[in-house]
């Protein structure tokens, strides 16, 4: 049953096998323990005897097991040899140690199994065999003293590891293990414990037994060694058949009692001698030389322990504890899960460090939290802290009654149990996983489980890991890491601005493409929007649609690589061959990802450009727009529409150039004379204003024909008001002392106004309280028509109001349109 557990627990897959007995609450267990006032209590006899049955399970697992594995603890070579009954002992006074300490508080499940790490066995072999090299054969004492050492010292070791992983809440992380791998892992050892029935019914040590033609011809073609096998195959399918159809408690435990004792009856019949049975295969041939349980504590003398070559067993000591600090933070959120429990994986690792500390001060080697053995014992009525006290006691009674009665165990029922095992494993890692997962993840199932067999579990589990990434890097490169692209059209910034303005910047915000980007950029996905950005600017899509700014759009990207980097920087090198600015925004220079742009040099070159939001960076396209046009007319910013900077880089830097020979100035100059120059024009035909009749003019022009002799009277219901920057003009939930029409300046809330626009105009007409807070960017010039001077406006000329209101409402509608035409273009 070797890594059975570990891979088992890896995985709550055996939670499809129904449970026999009911899940309590571990608060209820803690009641229910033996740590009670009144332990023998009626209550607390009837659960002892209802546990009887766990206690008889838990007790022949641990006989399996530390008769399957104890005994090969050692090597059965050189200086090891005969060492197996030692190994028994280490064996079951490391189980008992887990045990005691699980009873009393060290784990959260009330029934939980301890024992040995079997999967150490290998590691252990290794040490054993580095040691017996390095002291020489020909000191055995001095070996296996060292040794010992070794085996403790490993302990130690996994016992502080897993204290410091519980202490310092880090047993979460590995529950970042892609689950399919590790249901890899349960089909690999399904597949071992198979073969591991084959050779231990057969009577061949494991790691000799490989699928030779010799073999083959042994397995198949001898009658003993075909009789040997499978017989206990024969029973491990019944037993399943059995509990496929019914579900009793009993049936498991009993199912393995019978076993024996129908062995015995044909043996007695028979008139059999063990002896021979031993020899054949039929018992296990262990020596009953009748020492005692703690003989291996004779070989631990300081004055024998090398530790010249106990320190040069390190590396493996660290190899052993990597695989170790795996167990328990699989094992245990995979058992919560079947037994529907809330466990604090942290605590149970604490547990864990105090057990293999414990173990190690003894003499004896690393264990855990057994997840099958603890499953079956739920299962079969070992819910509470009593059964799991009486399981300690049965082992302790194995640990001292010694490796004698093992020589009475049929090879049968262990084989029989392994088989049963291995089956269960490989069919949840198989068959239960066929409709479950994708075809990748079953493919990488299969590949774990092939590759652990052909060769061995560590191998299994890094080729897992490796096909894993290539998977995930294959589907991701495939997915979308480009949420939408859109043209500025359809998505304008949030800034209020005269309306001719507006349909200016609608037609030749076309030349702007906004990419929205999400998820994690990494090489395998910024292919996909190197490719997309390759296909805007060649070919027919860039003749069709001539792209002035490419913004692309970072809010929904979780972090960016440095492959995704540097990607960038080429599709940068490539834009501004074509005269593309590449305009960044939903990110911060000291971001994560803005760091890693600007550690590959993106963020310092030219015709790049960088914004917190994205309709900051709207903002700043269209403004270009709007100045290279003014410009090129000879109408500077001091124009009666002028445009705010709000950035140093607005000024002169980006004036987009002369409109002639270039289809995108061509199209920036037909747009213009279309809605700028047209509106001019109607402006030239007016004669100057004074203020605040000219701003009044401006910000209503856009909506139908203004006669100044007709809104000449609104200006003595104004009044003009200077504003610094930061001026607060409002908070949100403040309540409406007026609307604001724009002269000069900018004011800024959740959109921002510019000159020749309105300011709080809903609010003051419907006497809301404000929805937002308005702070004054730039210094200007507002003038105010308070709520009096409204309400006197309504009572003295009520046909002037009666337009002033439409015309502000006029401006909201619109306004608030567009603000909802981009929040719809940017989901």
């Not at 003398?301 to 795996?326: D, G, H, R, V, Y």
């Not at 105009?761 to 028509?785: F, Y």
């Amino acid at each position: 049953m070797q890594t059975a557990q570990l891979e088992a627990g890896a995985s709550h897959g055996l939670n499809a096998i129904p449970t026999f007995a009911p899940v309590k609450s571990v608060a209820r267990y803690v009641k229910d323990g033996i740590d009670t006032l009144d332990p023998f209590s009626p209550r607390h006899l009837q659960t002892a005897i209802r546990s009887i049955p766990a206690v008889i399970l838990g007790s022949l697992l641990n006989i399996l097991d530390g008769v399957s594995y104890g005994m090969i603890l050692f090597p059965a070579t050189g200086v090891f040899t005969g060492l197996g009954p030692m190994g028994v002992s280490m064996f079951f006074v490391s189980a008992v140690v887990a045990q005691a300490v699980f009873t009393f508080g060290g784990s959260g499940f009330a029934g939980g199994n301890g024992s040995m790490m079997i999967e150490i066995v290998p590691f252990f072999h290794i040490l054993a065999n580095d040691i017996a090299e390095l002291v020489g054969e020909d000191r055995p004492e001095q070996v296996i003293a060292t040794t010992l050492v070794a085996f403790s010292f490993s302990a130690l070791l996994t016992g502080l590891v897993f204290f410091l992983l519980g202490a310092l809440k880090l047993g979460v992380i590995v529950g970042f293990f892609p689950r399919h791998i590790l249901v890899g892992c349960i089909g690999g050892v399904g597949v071992f414990l198979i073969v591991t029935g084959f050779a231990v019914s057969m009577g061949i040590p494991d790691d000799d037994f490989t699928f030779t033609l010799e073999t083959l011809r042994k397995m198949f073609l001898e009658t003993h060694s075909l009789i040997l096998w499978l017989l206990p195959l024969f029973l491990a399918v019944l037993l399943r058949a059995i509990t496929h159809k019914y579900h009793h408690q009993l049936i498991f435990p009993l199912y393995f009692i019978i076993i024996p004792f129908l062995f015995y009856i044909a043996v007695a019949a028979g008139q059999l001698d063990l002896t021979v049975l031993r020899k054949t295969g039929w018992l296990f041939d262990v020596a009953t030389t009748g020492e005692s349980w703690y003989h291996f504590y004779t070989y631990l003398k300081f004055e024998n322990i090398w530790w010249s070559a106990l320190w040069a067993t390190m590396p493996t000591q660290f190899a052993l504890l990597f695989f170790n600090i795996l167990h328990p933070p699989l094992n245990v959120p995979a058992l919560a899960v079947s037994l529907d429990q809330d466990i604090d994986t942290n605590k149970e690792l604490v547990g864990h460090g105090y057990s293999n500390i414990l173990s190690g001060l003894v003499g004896s080697v690393p264990n855990y939290l057994v997840y099958v053995n603890t499953l079956l014992f739920y299962r079969v009525g070992g819910t509470t802290r009593i059964s799991s006290f009486m399981l300690g006691v049965a082992t302790f009674g194995l640990l001292v009654a010694g490796t004698g009665p093992i020589a009475y165990l049929p090879v049968m029922v262990v084989g029989a149990l392994i088989f049963v095992l291995g089956i269960d494993l490989v069919k949840e890692a198989l068959w239960d996983t066929r409709h479950r997962t994708s075809k990748t993840e079953y493919i990488t199932i299969v590949s774990i489980i092939v590759c652990m067999t052909v060769w061995d579990f560590v191998i299994g589990v890094l080729f897992g890991i490796v096909v894993s990434c290539f998977f995930f890097v294959v589907q991701n490169s495939h997915g979308r890491s480009i949420r939408s692209i859109f043209t500025g059209d359809t998505a304008m910034s949030a800034v209020r601005r005269p309306n001719f303005q507006r349909a200016y910047i609608r037609e030749v915000a076309k030349q702007t493409t906004v990419m929205r980007l999400q998820g994690f950029l990494f090489f395998g996905t910024i292919t996909y929007v190197e490719e997309a950005i390759r296909g805007l600017i060649d070919g027919p899509a860039y003749q069709k649609n001539p792209i002035q700014f490419l913004v692309i759009d970072f809010t929904l990207v979780a972090g960016v690589d440095m492959s995704s980097a540097e990607a960038l920087v080429r599709v940068q090198r490539l834009l501004s061959a074509k005269g593309i600015t590449l305009v960044l925004c939903g990110l911060e220079v000291e971001s994560v990802i803005g760091q890693a742009l600007g550690s590959v040099g993106l963020l310092n070159v030219e015709r790049v450009e960088l914004f917190s939001t994205f309709s900051d960076a709207m903002e700043w396209t269209e403004n270009i727009y709007l100045r290279t046009w003014y410009r090129c007319h000879k109408n500077e910013v001091s124009t009666a529409f002028a445009v705010p900077v709000r950035r140093e880089t607005d000024e002169g830097r980006y004036f987009i150039g002369s409109f002639i020979a270039s289809p995108r100035r061509s199209h920036l100059r037909d747009a213009g004379d279309r809605t700028i120059a047209t509106e001019i024009t109607t402006q030239q035909d007016y004669s100057p204003s004074p203020e605040p009749l000219n701003t009044i003019i401006k910000a209503f022009s856009s909506f139908g024909a203004v006669n100044p002799h007709d809104f000449a009277p609104l200006t003595q219901y104004l009044i003009r008001i200077p504003v610094p920057p930061n001026y607060v003009l409002w908070k949100q939930g403040d309540q409406p002392d007026g609307m604001y029409i724009v002269e000069s300046g900018l004011l800024r809330a959740v959109y921002t106004m510019v000159p020749g626009t309105l300011a709080g105009e809903l609010s003051t007409i419907s006497n809301s309280p404000r929805n937002c807070t308005v702070v004054v960017e730039h210094p200007g010039v507002l003038w105010k028509m308070s709520r009096d001077s409204l309400h006197r406006l309504q009572l003295e000329q009520p046909e002037l109001a009666r337009s002033f209101v439409q015309y502000a409402l006029k401006a909201a509608t619109i306004d608030y349109d567009i603000l909802l035409t981009a929040m719809a273009a940017r989901q």
